[in-house]
DNA sequence: GCAAAAGTGTTATCATTACACCCATGG
DNA sequence: CCATGGGTGTAATGATAACACTTTTGC
C-alpha cells in the first residue's frame, strides 16, 4: 500500500490514448495492431496506446504513443472519439480519448522490438482487445466522412504517386469502383496535383517492413508497359481553395 | 488530508463533461450558458457541465446534466472532442468530454434555480470560462459538418413546422441565404416532409422561457396574411432513404 | 381591391456519368 | 507487331441555380 502516492477527495478514472493506425499497401487499407503481452487480453491484438502522461495533452500523448510504435514523428492524426463506458476495461475505470492516425507505410521502421506490431488488411482484421473492435469501426466510419471534405488520403501515399494509385487509395477507404477516366479529369482539373517527373532514383522503390507479413500486391510495384506520370499533392493550391469555399468530394 | 480517501499508484486526471446546448429562437441560433457561481472563472458564463461518475459514460454523463440544466430527458446529443489540455482547468488536471445538444427552445422548462442560466443569440455571445469559446467553435463546426448528413435540424424545430421556418433554420445555422423557391422545391422533393394540418390547439402557440432576455423575433410570430402549410419530418422515411444510400445537401 | 406572404413551375447552367480512341513501351 | 496499360475527350444525363407568376387573406 506504501506505493499508492496519488491521493484524491473523489475517485478519478484514469485516461488513455489509442490510436488507429491506417496505411496503404498499394491495394488494400491496412491498420497496424499489436499484440498484448500482458492480462487484460493477454495474446490478443490491439490498437497501440497508453496511458496520458500528466504534464501531456491527448494529442500529445497520441503523438508519443505513435512515435513509439512506428518510429514516426509528427504524423497526420486526428482525434475522433472518446469511449468511456464504464466497464470497457476490467482492471479500472479508464477512459479511452481515440485517434486515428494515417502514415505512409513506406517510412513506417518499426519501433521497440518489445512489441509484437502487424499490419491486418481490413478484411482480416482478428478479434481485437477491450472495445477495439468498435474503436475500428468508428474510426473508419470517420475518416471516410472526413475524406469527403478534405484531401487526407494524399498522407497515406508516398510525396509521389500516380494517379492510378491514388484512384486504388479512394477505392479501398471508400470500397467503391470509380471509372478510370472520370477520376482522372476530376483530379486533373481540381486542380490539386502538380505534375513531377520521377528522375530522382529514390521515389516508390522496394518497401521493406520490420513488421510481419505483409504482401505488397504485385499490382503496385509490376512494371506497366509504360511509365505513369508522378504527381504531388499541392498543399498551397489547396489551402488557396478552401478559403474560398470549396467542396472536395468522390 | 483525512477526506482525501482515494488513492492510487499513478496521478490521475479528473474529467468532466461540459454541453454545448443548441437552441433556435425562429430567427438566430442560439447557446445556452450558466453564470459561474464558484472560483475559478466565478461570474464568468460557461456551458453547463460537471464531473463525471465513476459509474456512468460520459454520454450519460452529459445526459444527467444536461437534464440537471433544462428539465429534458434524453435529448439529441452528439460527442464532438475531449479537450485535454494539462492548463485548461487551474485546479487540477481535467479532461473536459464535449457533446452538442439541440433541443427545442419551446421545451426547455429551466432547471436547478441555483445556477442562473440564460440563452444568447450566437453573434451575442461573451467571453466564456474555462476553454469553452474554443469548444463553441469546434461545436458550431461539428455541427455544421453534420447537418450537411443527416437532418439534425428538425431536432431544434417544434413537431410541426412551417417549411419558412426550416430555412430560416438552415440559414441560421449554415449562415447562408437560400432562394425560397429552389429550398422549397429539394425540400418537398427529398420527401421527408410529411405535410399534416393544424386544427391542433397546442402547436407553435407563445413560448414561454424562465430563462433569461430572450426575445422572439417579432417575424416568427407575426400573422402573415395567409397561413402557412405546416409540416412534420419523416423520420421512417429518413431511414429508409439511409438504407438505400443518399447525401442529404443544402 | 390591394398589400403581404404563400404555393409552385420552368429554364439555364453546371456537375456527374457513361463511354472510346489513340499512344507509348517491352517483349 | 501486338498486348498491356496510360493519357485524354465528348456526349448524355442529372442536379443545382436563377428566376416569376398566381393564390390567399386581413384590412
Given at each position: ?9 473523489y475517485p478519478?478514472?484514469n ?8 496505411g496503404?499497401?498499394?491495394n488494400k487499407?491496412?491498420?497496424?495492431l ?9 495474446g ?35 482525434q475522433?472519439h472518446?469511449?468511456?463506458?464504464p466497464?470497457?476495461?476490467?482492471r ?5 480519448v481515440a485517434?486515428?492516425?494515417?502514415v ?10 518489445a ?5 491486418f ?16 469501426q468508428?474510426a ?6 472526413q ?7 494524399f498522407?497515406l501515399l508516398?510525396?509521389?504517386f500516380?494517379i ?9 477507404i ?5 471509372d478510370?477516366?472520370n477520376?482522372y ?7 490539386l496535383?502538380d ?8 521515389d516508390?522503390?522496394?518497401i521493406?517492413?520490420?513488421f ?11 512494371k506497366p508497359?509504360?511509365d ?9 493550391k489547396?489551402e488557396?481553395?478552401k478559403?474560398?469555399?470549396f467542396?472536395l468530394e468522390?
Amino acid at each position: 500500500m506504501e506505493n499508492l502516492r496519488y491521493h484524491y477527495k473523489y475517485p478519478h478514472p484514469n485516461v488513455t490514448t489509442d490510436c488507429v493506425i491506417f496505411g496503404f499497401d498499394g491495394n488494400k487499407l491496412n491498420v497496424l495492431l499489436v499484440e498484448r503481452g500482458l492480462e487484460p487480453y493477454k495474446g490478443r491484438w490491439a490498437f497501440p496506446g497508453g496511458f496520458l502522461n500528466m504534464d501531456e495533452s491527448a494529442e500529445a500523448g497520441a503523438l508519443r504513443e505513435l512515435q513509439e510504435e512506428t518510429g514516426l514523428k509528427g504524423a497526420y492524426i486526428r482525434q475522433f472519439h472518446t469511449f468511456s463506458d464504464p466497464n470497457r476495461d476490467p482492471r479500472e475505470r479508464i477512459l479511452s480519448v481515440a485517434y486515428y492516425a494515417l502514415v505512409r507505410l513506406q517510412e513506417v521502421k518499426g519501433g521497440d522490438d518489445a512489441v509484437k506490431a502487424e499490419w491486418f488488411s481490413l478484411d482480416n482484421v482478428p478479434p481485437l482487445a477491450f472495445d477495439h473492435d468498435e474503436m475500428l469501426q468508428m474510426a473508419l466510419k470517420e475518416m471516410r466522412k472526413q475524406i469527403h471534405f478534405e484531401p487526407i488520403g494524399f498522407e497515406l501515399l508516398p510525396k509521389k504517386f500516380t494517379i492510378k494509385s491514388l484512384q486504388q487509395l479512394y477505392e479501398a477507404i471508400l470500397n467503391v469502383k470509380f471509372d478510370r477516366r472520370n477520376f482522372y479529369n476530376k483530379m486533373i482539373h481540381l486542380g490539386l496535383l502538380d505534375q513531377v517527373n520521377h528522375d530522382d532514383e529514390n521515389d516508390v522503390k522496394e518497401i521493406n517492413f520490420k513488421f510481419g507479413p505483409l504482401e505488397i500486391d504485385a499490382s503496385f510495384t509490376r512494371k506497366p508497359r509504360r511509365d505513369a506520370l508522378l504527381y504531388t499533392f499541392n498543399a498551397k493550391k489547396y489551402e488557396e481553395m478552401k478559403q474560398k469555399g470549396f467542396k472536395l468530394e468522390f
